[in-house]
């Protein structure tokens, strides 16, 4: 990244991952309720969203059709790795080497955990030993 735009750190970075979480919900989901909170700690992300449930997914699901909420769930998850993948590696300038979802519909929340790559410095170090 240039000096113009440094990495973000801290709370700013999580406030920046769980914006863009909810967001990429949104617009794939149709709807904007849905809350996140994320963790970083070294190598590993974690953004727990909630309220994840469509209107028609709740509905669903009060119908006793949950399995049919989290197959098409981890369907959307399969299909979104990428663009998951990419929008943390660019908020954390690192890159990611293994993505891994879960979701619950009662309560209907969701858990998006990334694994990074160890930051240069520390890569390099590992690599001197």
């Keep these: 990244m ?3 735009h440094a990495p973000l750190e801290g709370e700013a970075l999580t406030r920046a991952i769980s914006a863009s979480m909810v967001d990429l919900y949104a617009r794939h ?6 809350t996140g909170t994320t963790y970083i700690n ?8 909630e309220d ?3 209107t028609a997914e709740s509905s669903l699901v009060a119908g006793g059709d949950a399995k049919e909420v989290i197959d098409g769930r981890v369907s959307f998850q399969e299909g979104m790795e990428d663009e998951f993948t990419a929008e943390i590696e660019r908020l954390t300038a690192r890159r990611v080497t293994a993505f891994l979802s879960a979701n619950q519909t ?4 969701a858990r998006e955990l990334f694994f990074l790559e160890a930051p240069p410095a520390v890569a390099a170090r590992r690599s001197e030993a």
């Design 52 to 54: 994840i449930l469509s």
């Design 106 to 109: 009662t309560p209907g929340v």
């Design 42 to 49: 070294e190598n590993v992300v974690v953004c727990v969203l």
């Design 2 to 4: 240039s000096a113009l």
């Design 29 to 34: 989901y149709g709807h904007e309720r849905t």
